[in-house]
């Protein structure tokens, strides 16, 4: 998993909702975004900038993230992210620190590899999910997961069940499809005149 850089500065929580919710409010007016760290010691509330986040959220890659907070380095990953529900502008991160021992749950990419018998067929490979949940610790994880379709016929699928990864657990349901290759038209005119 690729490391990413981001800096991040500690801010003082209000004592009412009415006063926290102006404070939030002015600084997301100052171009930066409330951010809250878990899973260490203490939970930490702190700020990031617009512009420092940008390539963290806006790509289909995951990364280990090392986050300096008024100089304390920490290891974490991305956990939850809020957008406004009109504008998608940024409203909040949630942050989680891992370590080598402690094992996470993450979202990672899926990525169809080879050329499916199927669709040497006539059929259509589609990709039903495009991120597996999966556990483990935050060095084994990979950047994408690659699932091998060569022998995939026509009108069959790839379940969470079949696929397995050393080092890796998966958490989704085990007969959830991952990938299929569904008949065409084309396909069902060829079938029928075989």
């Known amino acids: 998993m690729k ?5 991040g500065k500690k801010r003082e929580i209000a004592a009412t909702p009415a006063d926290q919710k102006r404070a939030l409010k002015a600084l997301r007016k100052n171009e930066e975004i409330p951010a809250v760290l878990y899973g260490g010691k ?20 995951i990364y280990a993230v090392e986050l300096t907070i008024d100089g304390e380095k920490k290891m974490v990953v991305m956990k939850d992210i809020q957008f406004h529900p009109v504008t998608d502008e940024i409203l909040h991160f949630d942050f989680l620190e891992v ?19 199927g669709v040497k067929a006539g059929g259509k490979l589609q990709l039903q999910m495009r991120k597996l949940k999966v556990k483990a610790v935050y060095t084994e994880i990979p950047e994408k997961l690659v699932v091998n379709v060569d022998h995939l016929g026509l ?24 990938c299929a290759v569904q008949l065409t038209r084309a396909a069902r005119g060829a079938q029928a005149k075989a």
Do not use: C, W
């Open 3 to 7: 490391t990413f850089q981001l800096e």
């Open 42 to 61: 203490e939970v930490i509330h702190f700020t990031v900038t617009k512009a420092a986040v940008r390539k963290l959220v806006y790509t289909p890659e």
């Open 99 to 117: 370590s080598a021992e402690k094992p996470i749950v993450m979202e990672v990419p899926v990525v169809l590899d080879g050329h499916a018998e």
């Open 155 to 178: 009108g069959k699928t790839i379940q969470v069940g079949a696929i397995h990864f050393d080092g890796l657990e998966i958490m989704n349901a085990k007969n959830a499809v991952v």
